[in-house]
Structure formats: C-alpha cells, structure tokens
C-alpha cells in the first residue's frame, strides 16, 4: 500500500536529521522550476504566485537565494495541521522503515517526495502560473503517475488540489461532522486533523490493508458503511 499526502505552506527547518536524508525523485525538474521563478521581477511573482507586501519580498528573497535557504528532511519541514498528527519524536527505526517505504507527499515545487528527501524552504501552490503554455499539474501529472503501478493499492490522504496529479485508481478517505440536524459535512480544519491522525496510527500499527484501517477510531471518528463507496471510505463522528 502507498500513501499520499499534501504539503502545508507552513513550514519550520530547526529540526534536523542528517542520517536519512534522500535527494528528491525529480530534483532536475524542480530545478527548472526554481530557475524559472528566479527570471521574474517582483510584480511578475506576484503575479503569477499570488504573493503581496511583506510574503512577496520574503518570497522573492527565499527563491533568489533558494540554494543556501533552509533544508531539512521533508517530513521535519511540514508543520501543518496532518503533520502535527504525527508523533515523530517517538517513531523508532520499524517506523522510520515503513514510512520510507509506504509514504509520498505531493508537491508543487517538487513534484512529489520521500519523507526524508530534501527540500529547501519554498511557497508554490499547483494553480501557480510558473509556465506560460503549461500547468504545473501537466509538467508533473506523467511523471508522478509513472511512478505507480495500475494495479497498486493508493490510499489517498491528500487534498482535491495534490491528488489530481496521479491518474491511478485509488481509495480516498474523507472526514465528515454531524451538524444538530443530522447532516454531515466535511471542516478542513478537523479533516487535516484526522488525516494526521490516521496516517499515525497507519505508521504506527504499520497498516498495509484496508480491511485494517477500517478499525480506525481515533477522536470518536468511525466508519460510516452508509456513506461510504468502493473507493471512497467516509468516517464520522
């Protein structure tokens, strides 16, 4: 079974690990990308990144010197809500193992990484504007969808935006609240949580099956069969 996820645009390099760090999958192709975004001028990235005031002039610092910016392995860099669901401290060799066997994380800027690939401190969302004649989701979809077999099991826990690279069959997992009229809905904020929440727990039972992760039932969330499809798996509380 593999596993994808998102980036976060938050991010923290205090933490470092040296043992284990990987070079990225496609680190010639995020080159291009970083070479490119350096020939822009400060209205041009703003622009074409979506990046105004204080975050433009800290992006464009960040990009026009990206080689000697801030790196570290990429599951220390993401700070956002599903990885702080990780209790990574605490993870011993058996779960640093079937982390870099069984974990991918989506992204824009490198197409998609190992957990202890290196990467530098970046902002770049997909719907960013890098190329005239090319969506970054065209620069990257082949190559990251290559790299799955048709017939391999893919738990999605990424967002819309990240899993819409990979054209493979896959078996997405949503997180849904019950409102007081008895109606549910998702709330990214819990979703990101609870995705953060089941990866763990995935790495930490070093799950492989589906049957397995259907006994998820972390902060009162569990299966709902109702909701749920083939290749959709909907947990609610």
Same mark, same amino acid.
């Given at each position: 079974?593999?596993?994808?996820?998102?980036?976060?645009?938050?991010?923290?390099?205090?933490?470092?690990?040296?043992?284990?760090?990987?070079?990225?999958?496609?680190?010639?192709?995020?080159?291009?990308?970083?070479?490119?975004?350096?020939?822009?001028?400060?209205?041009?990235?703003?622009?074409?990144?979506?990046?105004?005031?204080?975050?433009?002039?800290?992006?464009?610092?960040?990009?026009?010197?990206?080689?000697?910016?801030?790196?570290?392995?990429?599951?220390?860099?993401? +700070?956002?809500?599903?990885? $702080?669901?990780?209790? *990574?401290? @605490?993870?011993?060799? =058996? %779960?640093?193992?079937? !982390?870099? #066997?069984?974990?991918?994380?989506?992204?824009?800027?490198?197409?998609?990484?190992?957990?202890?690939?290196?990467?530098?401190?970046?902002?770049?969302?997909?719907?960013?504007?890098?190329?005239?004649?090319?969506?970054?989701?065209?620069?990257?979809?082949?190559?990251? +969808?290559?790299?799955?077999? $048709?017939?391999?099991? *893919?738990? @999605?826990?990424?967002? =819309? %935006?990240?899993?819409? !690279?990979? #054209?493979?069959?896959?078996?997405?997992?949503?997180?849904?609240?019950?409102?007081?009229?008895?109606?549910?809905?998702?709330?990214?904020?819990?979703?990101?949580?609870?995705?953060?929440?089941?990866?763990?727990?995935?790495?930490?039972?070093?799950?492989?099956?589906?049957?397995?992760?259907?006994?998820?039932?972390?902060?009162?969330?569990?299966?709902?069969?109702?909701?749920?499809?083939?290749?959709?798996?909907?947990?609610?509380?």
């Amino acid at each position: 079974m593999k596993i994808i996820i998102s980036p976060s645009k938050t991010q923290d390099f205090t933490r470092g690990m040296d043992k284990r760090i990987t070079n990225p999958l496609f680190k010639e192709k995020s080159d291009k990308i970083v070479e490119r975004i350096q020939g822009f001028s400060k209205p041009e990235l703003s622009d074409r990144l979506n990046v105004k005031g204080n975050l433009l002039q800290e992006t464009y610092d960040n990009y026009q010197d990206y080689k000697n910016s801030e790196s570290t392995a990429a599951i220390l860099a993401y +700070t956002g809500q599903l990885f $702080k669901g990780l209790d *990574i401290e @605490n993870y011993g060799e =058996k %779960e640093y193992e079937f !982390l870099d #066997k069984h974990l991918y994380i989506l992204s824009a800027l490198y197409g998609i990484l190992k957990p202890f690939d290196k990467i530098n401190s970046y902002r770049l969302d997909m719907k960013c504007k890098v190329f005239d004649n090319q969506t970054l989701y065209s620069y990257w979809g082949e190559d990251i +969808t290559n790299l799955f077999q $048709k017939d391999e099991l *893919i738990l @999605n826990l990424a967002s =819309k %935006e990240f899993s819409k !690279l990979i #054209k493979r069959p896959m078996i997405t997992i949503e997180f849904k609240e019950k409102s007081k009229e008895g109606k549910y809905k998702t709330i990214g904020t819990y979703a990101k949580q609870a995705r953060g929440k089941m990866l763990n727990y995935i790495i930490k039972n070093k799950i492989k099956d589906i049957e397995s992760l259907k006994k998820f039932n972390e902060d009162s969330y569990t299966l709902n069969k109702e909701l749920s499809r083939e290749d959709v798996l909907v947990f609610t509380r």
